[in-house]
């Protein structure tokens, strides 16, 4: 990469970050792939690129963030060391990555900078528009410019993408379209007993989960459920408290305050056909009641701080999505099911019975649980010619 007035200014004024004192591991022996996420939505599709590589090549993964991020097998995940030629070094000298791959366009100058000295073989993947640690893009002369001209490759999300890394000074044969990488699977397990004989247990009753529930929306949900089984009176409402220590109680409350008929699993009690509203309370079973439940409301969404629940968990598993207007930290994958109308809104609580009554509709369920199934699985094509590319790349082959 050659240097710049920009860039030797830019190594002058960076600091030290908190974070870069953690310990580093050993580094595996052998081949290492080094994959960089700026933000915790980066790391989704990044950890679905690490899984391939580690599955399907046994090649070890060495993944920075700077969110906390849950440990994963064959994958090291450490805090990005901070952006100054001191700490580059000595992260570039521990971990001898063959390659790196960047996401969404996050550029750290110093970094690029020693391992286009290095040649280490640098992709961006998932770019949205290129941008400079902490909001400083204007500040250096020529950087954003010299930070680009090392990647290899570029993968751009869309046309407007790609326009802004061009202007920004990236080669134009180094970008592509190539739309979205697929994330890490967010399907939950269960057990395939239990669900078979549940769902004889259900047979043909109609079925909605409310996942996650705050005390708050309780109201607005079995007024919701009082809506619906107007429509179809054999409805069951699943019910998952936020917190599960308050289901005995709520359960005890709505049957004798408000005269529903309730059963509570804790209770190793399963539903009947008279039972209208079934209280569980072990969040370890989320993806059985995802699985048993076309349809799927959100807690917290609606009156809360935002969906105490992933999205994708429910849209993973062929679930129909509700939602309220709170997304709170799954705000982007919210926005790509409400582009392609693969989830039902509701704005305010008095809405959602009639939100639910359309979502039951057998029709309705079916295309909105597969738009989302479609928008949580999209991008597998992506992330195979991602693969490949960094298969040839490691191998020496442009």
């Not at 792939?33 to 391939?52: D, F, I, V």
């Not at 019975?353 to 479609?374: H, K, S």
């Amino acid at each position: 990469m050659p240097p710049s007035i920009g860039l030797t200014l830019y190594n002058l004024g960076q600091r030290r970050d908190p974070w870069t004192d953690v310990p580093r591991p050993s580094r595996p022996a052998g081949r290492l792939a080094w994959l960089h996420a700026p933000t915790l939505e980066a790391s989704r599709t990044l950890l679905a690129l690490a899984r391939r590589l580690v599955e399907d090549d046994g090649i070890p993964v060495l993944l920075t963030c700077p969110a906390d991020l849950p440990p994963r097998d064959g994958v090291i995940v450490q805090p990005p060391p901070s952006d100054t030629p001191v700490e580059v070094r000595e992260f570039l000298d521990h971990w001898k990555p063959e390659i790196a791959i960047f996401s969404q366009g996050e550029l750290r100058p110093a970094m690029l900078s020693k391992a286009a000295e290095r040649k280490i073989p640098l992709l961006m993947v998932d770019a949205r528009a290129p941008s400079l640690p902490h909001g400083r893009d204007g500040w250096f002369p020529g950087l954003m410019r010299t930070a680009l001209s090392g990647f290899r490759h570029i993968s751009a999300l869309d046309e407007a993408s790609a326009r802004a890394f061009r202007k920004a000074g990236a080669a134009i044969s180094a970008v592509a379209v190539t739309g979205r990488m697929e994330e890490e699977s967010a399907a939950l397990p269960c057990l395939e007993a239990e669900r078979a004989a549940l769902a004889r247990l259900l047979a043909a009753r109609p079925v909605w989960f409310a996942a996650s529930l705050p005390e708050a929306e309780e109201a607005a949900v079995l007024a919701a459920h009082r809506m619906g089984l107007q429509q179809a009176h054999r409805l069951l409402l699943i019910l998952m408290p936020d917190d599960p220590a308050r289901a005995e109680a709520l359960a005890a409350r709505i049957e004798a305050d408000e005269g529903w008929a309730v059963a509570l699993r804790s209770r190793d009690v399963e539903f009947d056909p008279e039972t209208e509203v079934f209280i569980v309370d072990n969040p370890a079973e989320y993806g059985l009641w995802y699985r048993l439940s076309p349809v799927t409301f959100l807690g917290g969404s609606l009156i809360g701080p935002g969906a105490l629940r992933d999205p994708q968990e429910a849209a993973a598993l062929g679930s129909a999505i509700l939602h309220g207007p709170h997304h709170g930290r799954f705000t982007p994958f919210f926005a790509r099911l409400i582009a392609a109308r693969a989830a039902r809104p509701v704005i305010r609580p008095d809405q959602l019975g009639d939100a639910l009554g359309e979502v039951l509709a057998l029709d309705r369920t079916a295309r909105l649980a597969q738009a989302a199934w479609a928008v949580a699985t999209d991008g597998a094509e992506v992330t195979e010619a991602t693969v490949d590319r960094i298969r040839r790349l490691m191998d020496g082959e442009d």
